[in-house]
């Protein structure tokens, strides 16, 4: 699935407060139609798009849209020897699409394929994430030893999709996360990086799935994401940084996990995100008047979803 599809943008206007639903099912359905110089660009993120349009397609009421025993071939193509899954077949293994994969398994009801045709079944992805775990908790990506909290959330929401949270060590993974926490509250890529709402999202999305999010500081964790509303009712991502569309989902769910959610305006930020819309091709971009992209066509949709915007179906903040 490519993340460019056509010459669309996002040409939404300050008046446009219709979600156009059946535009977008149609800009995702086409994404794995056009091979475009963008499609071959972004093959590194082929499963990842995957997930994003078929969990775009979910929100929008329409999940049989792209075809099921197709998208399990695909994504069991991926499936290295070592029980992990690339971003295309024949890349090596990673974290962040072997999370993806779970995900797309777990929504179209089709894990079982993995003992049936896979590369060895659920546990044989399970050992793959839990020997990139470190000593000190955290994870890695892959054998080469990078470690980010995004790691550590994917191996957690992962595992506990496939109820093997036994094969790592909850409370190192964390303590980790503890460290990464800053003064003002929020959490960086590691211990002592800059605060970073996409960061903030993994940390609180690992520790809920941990059951300690008693750990947060809620109160002055959800002042530092209220700050990230900006005057034209977007969310961006660090101060001082332009709004970008799909900060609707890392900062809203982050402040959905800790109850915090109505300490923004969310009729101004569903306003930002409907203008980053493409009403006549379909798709959603960063912002206003820019490409469109599967990317920001999932995190938006999956921003309004929390806003409980009506026509699309509920999602799950964590």
């Known amino acids: 699935m490519a993340l460019v599809s056509g010459p669309g943008r996002a040409g939404g206007t300050l008046t446009d407060s219709d979600l156009h ?37 979910y929100i929008l009421g329409h999940p049989d849209t792209l075809p099921r025993d197709q998208t399990i071939d695909f994504v069991l193509s991926c499936q290295s020897d070592n029980g992990g899954f690339g971003a295309a077949p024949g890349h090596d293994s990673h974290m962040l699409y072997t999370v993806s994969a779970v995900q797309i398994l777990i929504t179209i009801d089709a894990v079982d394929e993995l003992d049936k045709r896979g590369r060895g079944g659920k546990e044989k992805v ?12 955290s994870f890695m ?26 094969l790592v060590d909850v409370p190192k993974a964390v303590s980790h996360i503890q460290s990464c926490e800053n003064l003002d509250g929020a959490y960086g890529i590691r211990p002592g990086a800059e605060s970073h709402a996409g960061q903030v999202f993994t940390c609180v999305g690992a520790l809920a799935i941990a059951g300690r999010l008693d ?12 700050e990230r509303q900006i005057e034209s009712g977007g969310f961006n991502g660090r101060p001082e940084k332009l709004a970008d569309a799909c900060y609707s989902w890392w900062v809203g769910s982050s402040l959905a996990m800790i109850d915090r959610l109505h300490w923004i305006d969310g009729e101004k ?17 960063d ?30 903040a964590v």
């Not at 399970?126 to 908790?137: E, M, P, R, V």
């Not at 990506?141 to 959330?153: A, I, K, P, S, V």
């Not at 306003?271 to 091709?281: I, M």
């Not at 912002?287 to 999602?315: C, Q, W």
């Open 141 to 166: 990506g892959d054998q080469w030893g990078e470690t980010d909290t995004r790691f550590l959330y994917g191996a957690l929401n992962a595992l506990s999709l496939l109820r093997l949270m036994d």
């Open 215 to 226: 750990l947060v500081n809620k109160d002055r964790l959800g002042a530092w994401l209220s």
């Open 21 to 57: 639903t059946s535009k977008h099912v149609t800009y995702i359905k086409n994404l794995d139609t056009v091979h475009e110089l963008e499609y071959w660009l972004t093959e590194h993120l082929r499963l990842n798009g995957v997930y994003w349009g078929l969990t775009a397609l």
């Open 126 to 137: 399970g050992s793959f994430i839990a020997n990139l775990q470190n000593a000190d908790g």
């Open 287 to 316: 912002r206003p008047g820019n490409m469109v992209d599967v990317y920001h066509t999932h995190f938006s949709l999956a921003g309004l979803s929390l806003l409980k915007f009506d026509g699309l179906e509920e999602i799950d």
């Open 269 to 285: 930020l569903a306003a930002f995100v409907l203008q980053c819309q493409d009403p006549d091709a379909g798709g959603f971009a």
